[in-house]
Nanobody, 123 residues
Framework: QDQLVESGGGLVQAGGSLRLSCAASGQTFSLYAMAWFRQAPGKAREFVAGIRRSGGSTYYSDLVKGRFTISRDNAKNTVYLQMNSLKPEDTAVYYC????????????????WGQGTQVTVSS
C-alpha cells in the first residue's frame, strides 16, 4: 500500500473516548495485517493493538485490553481504534502500521507507517 493517513486524535479528559482512523491508499489493503502503535515523549514506540487481514482476530497490549477496540473495513481501506476510558498515561502520538502477512508485536517488523496523530488525555 502506498500511504497511511491517521486522523481523529485530540485532547480529551480522563475517562473520555476518542476514535482514531487510518485510511490507506492503494488496492492491496486487504492483504495487510494492520496495527496501532504509540509513542510517548522519551519512550520507545509500543504496540497497542493489531488485527488480521480479514479482521477475524485481534490482539491487544495488556495496558489497553478491555478499553480499546481495533477494527477494520476492507471496503473502505480503513482501520479504526476506538479508545474508551482514557487515562493520562495513554497520552502519546498514535501511529498505524501495516505489514504482510500477519500481525507482529514489534515496530521494526512493520514496513508501512502513517505520520501519527497526537492523543492527549488530561487529568
Amino acid at each position: 500500500q502506498d500511504q497511511l493517513v491517521e486522523s481523529g486524535g485530540g485532547l480529551v479528559q480522563a475517562g473520555g473516548s476518542l476514535r482514531l482512523s487510518c485510511a490507506a491508499s492503494g488496492q492491496t489493503f486487504s492483504l495487510y495485517a494492520m496495527a496501532w502503535f504509540r509513542q510517548a515523549p522519551g519512550k520507545a514506540r509500543e504496540f497497542v493493538a493489531g488485527i488480521r487481514r480479514s479482521g477475524g482476530s485481534t490482539y491487544y497490549s495488556d495496558l489497553v485490553k478491555g478499553r480499546f477496540t481495533i477494527s477494520r473495513d476492507n471496503a473502505k481501506n480503513t482501520v479504526y481504534l476506538q479508545m474508551n476510558s482514557l487515562k493520562p498515561e495513554d497520552t502519546a502520538v498514535y501511529y498505524c502500521a501495516g505489514r504482510r502477512p500477519s500481525v507482529a508485536l514489534t515496530a521494526s517488523e512493520y514496513d508501512d507507517w502513517g505520520q501519527g496523530t497526537q492523543v492527549t488525555v488530561s487529568s
